[in-house]
């Protein structure tokens, strides 16, 4: 599987998802998996107009290749430009554009899946893109269109090959469905049979049989899993075997799932400090718990952590009452 020049060795990509694939996620999804990774969105105009807390969004773990950055905004000179910018403070093999998030301060802003709306503007953008990347293969992510009225991917998709990107991935729901209602993989199907470059399926994966069906059913040529890793990031490897046709692990128990999140709190303080870290792994960490009966006193607890010490409290407590 080649996207560009880069070979990639895995047909299973966690999704970009702001506030969520941060490093320390991203490494533990990697090292349990193999799967390509792809950075939070970071804005181009943030990137133009030197934002310190930007770089940090675009940092790589030394062994997080072949891996993505992706960047968003709609100003072609300032695309050009971030996109040159996000390559050389990331060192990424791959530059990803997102013309799909859906959420109201982007798309008010004609970021994102706004940019639907106007595929000659989108068309530009990624013109300019491609020039600030020289050479350094371009991805676009989008969805089916901004509503069931106007779903344009197909032809959306056409243009971007026409244009010159490397691969699309495409997220079977509109824009204004946002993440509700099911995801519809015909119209991925209906890309796929449309453009000659590498396709990406996402949409509605919470399973491993679901990445090997929605590969089936669309004959896409990865598969894209969004939600389902909240908490959760064996859902990939999961997702690996069931595509290769292996037996599909089951979940670990509580103790093993314990030992990463800790892993993934101990490389959050490593980056980002222990007041941040704290209190990004609050989220986290109660998504590990999703499903474990008699945890709703320890979700409590987690929703206090502020030190290390407080996590590493925590984490004896749950060992000891629920594993």
Sequence with gaps: MKIGTVEIPSRIVLAPMAGVTDLAFRTVCRELSGCYTVSEMVSAKALCYGDKKTPTLLQLGPDEHPAAVQIFGSDEDCMERGAALALEKSGADVLDVNMGCPVPKVVNCGDGSALMRDPDHAVRVIRAVLRGAAGVP????????????????VDF??????????AVAVHGRTRTQMYSGAANWDYIRDVKQAVSIPVIANGDVFEGKDAARILRYTGADMVMVGRGVFGNPWLLQQCAA??????????????QRCDVAVRQFELALAQKGEKIACLEMRKHYAWYLKGVPYASYWKEQICKIETAQDFYQVTRGIRRDLC
């Design 138 to 153: 371009v991805t676009v992510k989008f969805r089916l269109g901004w509503d069931k009225g106007s779903i344009n991917c």
């Design 157 to 166: 998709a056409r243009r971007m090959e026409d244009a010159g990107v490397a």
């Design 242 to 255: 069931a595509v290769e046709g292996r037996e599909v692990p089951p979940l670990p128990p509580l103790s």
